[in-house]
């Protein structure tokens, strides 16, 4: 994956992209009905995409609504998959306030982060946007209380591991920013975040805290979420550390950003620069402008477009989206969405944290668990682990013995 290649979407990611416009309205659904006209368009290329960017609920109700007669087979298979995700996203939402109100019991504040409560924020609808599992957003004092509440409420702690001592959780809680948690006899995943992203100090900047709303979700109850130019700046950056790899991030995007006008937009960028996610915002605008057809100002777009490490992001974001592997599957995919984030970094104190938790080899953390003066010799020492792992795995083959 790189900043080279096509700059247009093909048939099936421009009908993708279609469907996924928000609000819902005549625009929407002209550009739905236009894109699927294309006679370019293959259906089983289209499905395929849908599964990519786990898009099932937006394919399936901006086909229908513009009345797209797709073929039968692939029109009924969706209508299953987006009925099917719909529940889930319910269960999660259930859970999510379940969880919320349980971690406020015990005085944690707690922030819902991406799944019901932006579903619920931009789109109004929680059948839409697919989730995976539930993150919260808990301050890192309040995660000793937090940890204990999800273990009393059924979670089993994946990340870290549950009999982790204090030294190596100590360096864990420096260079990761959430625990994993899997329910002991539900089908949920639990992601609590201590930090929206893993760099501290950026997560000081964005100030999720700072500007955060409670959200009534029809039928379950109170979303505490964030809110104004502190989601919106995290929402970039999520999207830009990730690479934007699934287009549903950039929906989230363009339906926040739905009825604001150029002036808005324009705040909303500079809030993102006083926060850190200056570069991520830009890469994300200009991202909106190719795949969703959303204008920029003119002042703006000579900003963006003046700063060749914007315009390199963008160009290489939308490599990765419209790449139909998964970042993983294809070479250096998710190495170089990596490598990315040095230029994401805005200064020299960012880079170097980059390259720090990419010099940090957790099995070593995990069989040394060195105290926290020595953490130094933890980049220093990947090196020479890797080779000794690497000679352990290709040394000489052991000759059977005999019966």
Not at 233 to 259: I, Q, S, T, V
Request: some cysteine.
């Amino acid at each position: 994956m790189s900043a080279s290649g096509t700059s247009r979407l093909t048939p099936e990611l421009g009908l993708l992209a279609a469907c996924m416009r928000w609000p819902s309205e005549a625009g929407r659904l002209a550009a739905v009905r236009s894109a699927a006209a294309d006679p370019a368009l293959d259906w089983d290329d289209f499905a395929r995409a849908v599964d990519r960017h786990r898009a099932a609920g937006f394919a399936h109700d901006g086909l229908s609504r513009a009345g797209i007669a797709a073929p039968e087979a692939f029109r009924q298979a969706l209508a299953r998959r987006a009925a099917q995700d719909g529940l889930v996203n319910r269960v999660f939402a259930r859970e999510t306030v379940t969880m919320i109100g349980a971690l406020e019991a015990a005085g944690v504040a707690t922030l819902a982060l991406k799944g019901a409560g932006l579903a619920g924020l931009v789109y109004g609808d929680l059948a839409l946007r697919q989730s995976r599992d539930i993150d919260l957003l808990v301050a890192e004092e309040d995660l000793v209380r937090a940890d204990e509440v999800c273990r009393q409420a059924g979670y089993r702690r994946l990340q870290p591991s549950p009999d982790i001592d204090d030294v190596r959780l100590a360096a864990w809680r420096r260079w990761r920013k959430d625990f994993i948690y899997r329910h002991a006899s539900r089908d949920l995943t639990l992601e609590l975040h201590f930090r929206p992203v893993l760099d501290p100090v950026r997560a000081a900047r964005l100030d999720l805290w700072g500007a955060r709303r409670r959200l009534d979700v029809p039928g379950l109850g109170a979303l505490p979420v964030p809110d104004g130019p502190a989601l919106y700046a995290y929402l970039c950056l999520h999207g830009a550390l990730c690479g934007w790899f699934r287009m549903k991030w950039l929906a989230d995007l363009a339906a926040l950003l739905a009825g604001r006008s150029e002036t808005e937009v324009e705040a909303l960028h500079d809030g993102a620069v006083a926060r850190g996610a200056g570069r991520a915002s830009g890469q994300a605008l200009l991202l909106l402008e190719r795949v969703f057809d959303r204008p920029l100002s003119a002042g703006l777009r000579t900003r963006l477009g003046g700063d060749p490490a914007i315009r390199w992001l963008a160009d290489f974001a939308f490599g990765v989206m419209a790449d139909p592997r998964e970042p993983g599957a294809a070479p250096l995919g998710a190495g170089a969405i990596e490598l990315s984030h040095l230029v994401l970094a805005e200064d020299w104190r960012a880079r170097r944290q980059e390259i720090g938790v990419w010099l940090i080899d957790w099995p070593l953390v995990q069989a040394l668990g060195l105290p926290r003066g020595l953490w130094f010799l933890y980049p220093l020492l990947r090196g020479p682990a890797w080779l000794v792992r690497k000679l352990r795995r290709s040394g000489p083959a052991r000759t059977p013995a005999r019966p």
